[in-house]
């Protein structure tokens, strides 16, 4: 069965330094992963997703992602945090067939400090 | 702006009563996920609705069902509310290609309680 593992139920940077959010999934075969981001009383937005295209995956906002197999980890980076950035972010996978399913981690709340 | 939009925003119901939650997909999208976010959780997939029938569920008792009209807006409908109920419910629409990586569109979602 598919899952998702996020490391971290918050994670707290400074202002300019590099955010880094984990995320481990576990996956019988291959996977489609996702970030989201979700800011308060707001509905989800997605990020990046990876689709075995490229295991660097560049998304909005200045985020991206790395695909490693090896590690089963997708974590998600930015090399500067800005105050904007602070939210809630979603690791997800998604499976069955047509995709009709997205199981999403627990979440990991940022904070950034000025 | 994702185009996805649901109604009502908030919604305070008793144990025991019935609701009934609404999603207008994007324009042109075939397909609507409904996910419930408990607090402090992330989502998790109650049902999908592809083209009107239901092709997809999450763990989820039957008191929990749905409904896709032909202009792809659809309903959520939770009997029997338990206090555990208690979440925000996402819809998420798109178009379903066959490929697992179809970008969805969530809405705001709705804030229901329980009481």
């Known amino acids: 069965a598919q899952s998702v593992t996020q490391l971290g139920s918050h994670v707290s940077v400074s202002e300019g330094a590099l955010v880094l959010l984990r995320c481990n999934y576990s996956?019988?075969?291959?996977?489609?992963l996702f970030w989201y981001v979700q800011y308060p009383n707001q509905g989800l937005q997605l990020l990046l997703k990876?689709?075995?295209?490229?295991?660097l995956v560049k998304g909005i906002n200045g985020f991206e992602a790395e695909f490693k197999k090896s590690e089963t980890s997708f974590h998600l980076t930015k090399p500067s945090a800005h105050m904007s950035d602070a939210a809630e972010y979603f690791c997800a996978v998604s499976v069955g067939t047509g995709g009709f399913k997205t199981i999403f981690g627990a979440g990991t709340r940022l904070f950034v400090k000025a | 702006e994702t185009g996805v939009t649901q109604s009502p925003t908030h919604l305070i119901k008793t144990r025991g009563q019935q609701v009934t939650l609404r999603c207008s997909s994007q324009?042109?999208?075939?397909?609507v996920s409904w996910y419930q976010q408990a607090l402090g959780q992330g989502p998790q997939f109650i049902f999908q609705?592809?083209?009107?029938?239901?092709?997809g569920r999450g763990n989820f008792p039957p008191r929990f069902s749905g409904l896709q009209f032909p202009n792809y807006s659809s309903e959520l409908n939770v009997n029997a509310l338990e206090l555990d109920d208690s979440a925000l419910y996402l819809c998420?629409?798109?178009?379903?290609?066959?490929?697992?990586?179809?970008?969805?569109?969530f809405g705001p979602g709705t804030r229901l309680t329980v009481l």
């Open positions: 996956s019988s075969v291959p996977p489609y």
């Open positions: 990876y689709t075995s295209a490229a295991t």
């Open positions: 324009s042109g999208h075939n397909t």
């Open positions: 609705y592809y083209r009107e029938e239901e092709n």
């Open positions: 998420a629409s798109r178009t379903l290609s066959g490929s697992s990586t179809d970008t969805q569109y």
